[in-house]
Each structure stands twice: as structure tokens, then as C-alpha cells.
């Protein structure tokens, strides 16, 4: 019998920024590939309660399928760090200051209007409204601060310029950690974006536009703590064996 495509012990990042089509998969049995993508798929199966070989049966299905027609995904590990970080400005970063305000209009509509039937609401508008706040920040260190520093830490090699990427990058990712953590307390409160029984359209769309903004963020996340942070982990560490080996 042929073995696996993917192997369990790959971790989850991996398998996505490898195979950028298994992320649905991922999102459908709410596996995080990008807050938690250093994670061996073994041990997320097992904390999740799933059936490994179902589960790699499943994956390794959609692998092989790829495999065998032409590749219409973007296999965004080729593109060079200047050509991601537009990428992620241009798709991700732009899409969260288009919808993070809207949003904000419809779960503070859905919390005035149906908050006291249904309280979680309130909680859910708390749980948003600090999201909001930590990814506006978010998006402007990134775009002022760390990108910038990556691009030309890779054109000058300084270590001056290493040092302070490598630390507002350890902020970065213990961001997307909090927000990760949002996301999972707002699934939580809303039992998985169940509507209630005669939702009105408001309340229907509102809770569309979350599972949709979770979606982008999945994405968002993954590129930078799967390909992009590593990527400059590994250009710092192939730095300092060149200049070990110069010594």
C-alpha cells in the first residue's frame, strides 16, 4: 500500500503553507494552522478528540488529488519577502480596515437590540471591540515597523537591524496568539455562530461577517507564522553561519 503523502508528525503550518488547499479541512474541523500551525498534527488530533488515520485519510485525499492536476493555489513559500509582505498588505491588511469598523456597527446593533435575551451578544461585543483594538495596532507595527526591518535586514545583513526585527516579531506573534484566543472565546460564546431560532437579517449577517473575518484572519496569520517569520529566522541563522565560517 503507497504511504501517505503527509505524516502525522508534520506540523500543521507545514502541511498548509505546503499544501495551501488542505486549509479548508483545517477550518472545517477548527484546527488552528496559524496561531498554532508549530504543532504536530498528531498532537492537535489527539488534544481535539479526532480520529487520526479518518482525518489523514481525509488530508492526504485532497494531497494526492492536487497532485495530480495542474496547481492553481498560490504556493506563496516562492514568492520573495517584499512580494508577501504587498501580498498581505494589499489583500489581508486591506480587508481588515474595510470590515473591522463595519463589524463593529453590526455586533453593537445586534448587543443594543437583542442583548437581553440574549446576553452572550454582550459578551461577544466586549470580546470584539478589544480584537478591534489590538489588530488596528497590530496592522500599523506591521506595516511601519517590522516589515520594513525585514527588508532590509535582508539587504544589509546588519545585526543592529536582526535584533530589533527579531524582537518586534516575538511581539507580533504573541499578538496574533491574543487574537487567536479571541477568536476561540468568540466561537465559544456564540456556540459556533449558531443563530437563534427567528434571527432577524441583521443578526444572520452579522454573524456571516465574523465566520468570514475568521476565515481572513486564518490566512493573514498563516503567512507571516508560517512563512514569513521563519523565512527571516532562517535567513538570521544562514547570517550567522557565514560569519562563523569567516572567522
Known amino acids: 500500500?503507497?504511504?501517505?503523502?503527509?505524516?502525522?508528525?508534520?506540523?500543521?503550518?507545514?502541511?498548509?503553507?505546503?499544501?495551501?488547499?488542505?486549509?479548508?479541512?483545517?477550518?472545517?474541523?477548527?484546527?488552528?494552522?496559524?496561531?498554532?500551525?508549530?504543532?504536530?498534527?498528531?498532537?492537535?488530533?489527539?488534544?481535539?478528540?479526532?480520529?487520526?488515520?479518518?482525518?489523514?485519510?481525509?488530508?492526504?485525499?485532497?494531497?494526492?488529488?492536487?497532485?495530480r492536476t495542474p496547481r492553481t493555489d498560490i504556493d506563496w513559500r516562492t514568492y520573495?519577502?517584499?512580494?508577501?509582505?504587498?501580498?498581505?498588505?494589499?489583500?489581508?491588511?486591506?480587508?481588515?480596515?474595510?470590515?473591522?469598523?463595519?463589524?463593529?456597527?453590526?455586533?453593537?446593533?445586534?448587543?443594543?437590540?437583542?442583548?437581553?435575551?440574549h446576553p452572550e451578544l454582550v459578551e461577544l461585543h466586549t470580546l470584539y471591540t478589544s480584537m478591534r483594538a489590538e489588530l488596528e495596532e497590530h496592522l500599523v507595527q506591521e506595516e511601519e515597523r517590522v516589515f520594513p526591518l525585514i527588508l532590509e535586514y535582508e539587504r544589509t545583513g546588519e545585526e543592529a537591524l536582526k535584533r530589533r526585527a527579531g524582537e518586534t516579531i516575538a511581539v507580533l506573534e504573541?499578538?496574533?496568539?491574543?487574537?487567536?484566543?479571541?477568536?476561540?472565546?468568540?466561537?465559544?460564546?456564540?456556540?459556533?455562530?449558531?443563530?437563534?431560532?427567528?434571527?432577524?437579517?441583521?443578526?444572520?449577517?452579522?454573524f456571516q461577517k465574523l465566520v468570514q473575518l475568521e476565515s481572513d484572519l486564518f490566512e493573514h496569520i498563516h503567512l507571516e507564522n508560517n512563512i514569513l517569520f521563519p523565512r527571516f529566522e532562517e535567513h538570521c541563522s544562514c547570517g550567522e553561519e557565514k560569519g562563523g565560517m569567516g572567522q
Open 80 to 117: 520573495e519577502s517584499g512580494q508577501l509582505m504587498r501580498h498581505i498588505q494589499d489583500t489581508h491588511h486591506a480587508f481588515l480596515r474595510s470590515e473591522l469598523p463595519v463589524l463593529h456597527e453590526f455586533v453593537t446593533k445586534i448587543k443594543n437590540v437583542h442583548g437581553l435575551r
Open 174 to 206: 504573541a499578538d496574533h496568539s491574543r487574537v487567536g484566543e479571541i477568536l476561540r472565546e468568540m466561537r465559544r460564546v456564540t456556540a459556533d455562530y449558531t443563530l437563534p431560532e427567528g434571527a432577524c437579517r441583521t443578526y444572520t449577517v452579522s
Open 1 to 67: 500500500m503507497q504511504s501517505p503523502v503527509v505524516q502525522s508528525t508534520a506540523s500543521v503550518g507545514e502541511i498548509v503553507a505546503e499544501y495551501p488547499n488542505t486549509s479548508n479541512l483545517f477550518k472545517e474541523y477548527r484546527i488552528d494552522f496559524c496561531c498554532g500551525g508549530g504543532r504536530p498534527l498528531s498532537e492537535v488530533l489527539a488534544e481535539s478528540g479526532l480520529d487520526e488515520p479518518a482525518f489523514l485519510e481525509r488530508l492526504n485525499a485532497i494531497v494526492e488529488a492536487s497532485n
